[in-house]
């Protein structure tokens, strides 16, 4: 029987912002999908961070949530209250039967109301639980993929896979292709990754260790290292190219996010802060090492089979973030957890990744 536009279910699922959280919401969205078949699934993501998802076929519709943050990269499309009043006027308008609010933002209840969806399924924090038809527990000891599958499972749908994926075009690996080439790498070149920065600098390792942990790694693997990075950190890292040996080739604030995603999976490794490309590198199936410390890795660290994670665990663990109140910086002005992994620990695990993938020359 053919399903008419006005039998099929409207889903709308909420989360925006950030690269990592929207990687992180594929799973529950192949699932959805794997359970809704015929209904019209639409996500509301912020401009920036979707580009990470172009090509996924378990949505029909992106739609753009754009107000100013803090938090993350905006524009700001919807920064006054015309704005936003227009937004949810045309987000009703699309009549969903379902949403799923995966943001866990008392804001995001309000909206999730607002769009008229009789069925509202989210999180119950920030005292919102009224605004929703079916609040589920968020839990703060389990990875942010099986929270957000947790809403599923408490809806009734049933979950079978959790990994992550990414999308990578043909003209996309073209592009990597080229730029490589322009150079100086040929296709069975190997390269390892660098991803020194953190949207937070307090949280990233010291640039001087991953400085040291990329010319011990050119030098025992005879790899090429490409230093990855956004605009905002092309100063810092002009640092590193002066101070990496042979130089690398870099990827920082010369390509926009899919071409930095095509040449991150040429990549046999990836060295990384516990960051948004660390969770694209994961998506994307690329081995990877993740220094972490504040965050928490047991709820936001890798999700892959190649993933390994550096982490120290201490007394005032897991870290309130508010820094050096429970502990004193480092003289590098860094949390004592973050400083206490070493690159003799980070150079034998990529050692150890790089044997078992045949990737040592």
């Known amino acids: 029987m053919t399903i008419t536009s006005k039998q099929r279910k409207n889903i709308l699922v909420m989360r925006y912002r950030f690269i990592g959280d929207t990687i992180l919401t594929v799973p529950f969205l192949r699932n959805l999908r794997r359970a809704e078949p015929e209904a019209y699934i639409a996500w509301m993501v912020a401009p920036g961070s979707s580009e990470v998802v172009k090509g996924i076929p378990y949505v029909d519709e992106l739609i753009y949530w754009d107000p100013v943050t803090i938090h993350a990269d905006s524009s700001g499309t919807h920064r006054s209250l015309a704005a936003k009043w227009r937004f949810m006027r045309d987000l009703r308008a699309k009549r969903f039967d379902k949403v799923y609010v995966l ?3 008392f804001t995001s209840a309000v909206m999730a109301l607002l769009s008229g969806a009789r069925e509202r399924i989210g999180f119950s924090t920030e005292g919102r639980s009224f605004l929703l038809t079916k609040p589920v527990p968020y839990r703060h000891d389990r990875h942010e993929v099986q929270n957000f599958l947790d809403v599923l499972r408490a809806d009734g749908v049933k979950v079978s896979d959790d990994h992550l994926e990414a999308w990578i075009s043909p003209e996309e690996q073209d592009f ?5 080439a322009e150079h100086g790498i040929g296709a069975g070149d190997l390269l390892i990754a660098i991803h020194p ?8 390792w010291h640039q001087d260790n991953f400085i040291e942990t990329a010319n011990r790694l050119q030098q025992l693997s005879h790899a090429r290292i490409v230093l990855f990075g956004g605009g905002r950190d092309v100063e ?22 899919r071409q930095t995603m095509a040449i991150l999976v040429r990549c046999c490794l990836l060295v990384c802060n516990d960051s948004g490309i660390m969770h694209l590198g994961a998506a994307l199936g690329v081995p990877l090492v993740a220094v972490f410390g504040p965050q928490s890795p047991v709820k936001f ?5 190649d993933c390994r994670i550096l982490h120290h665990r201490l007394p005032c663990s897991p870290c309130k973030q508010k820094f050096f109140t429970e502990c004193s910086p480092s003289v590098h002005g860094k949390p004592v957890c973050i400083e206490a992994i070493t690159v003799d620990e980070v150079e034998s695990t990529c050692q150890q990744i790089l044997v078992e993938k045949g990737g040592r020359q």
């Open 236 to 257: 810092q890292a002009q640092v590193l190219k002066e101070s990496i040996s042979p130089e690398p080739v870099m990827v920082v604030g010369s390509t926009t996010l």
């Open 176 to 180: 990597a292709d080229r730029y490589l």
């Open 301 to 305: 660290g890798p999700c892959g089979q």
């Open 197 to 204: 920065f953190a949207a937070n600098p307090v949280r990233g």
């Open 103 to 105: 943001k866990r933002s």
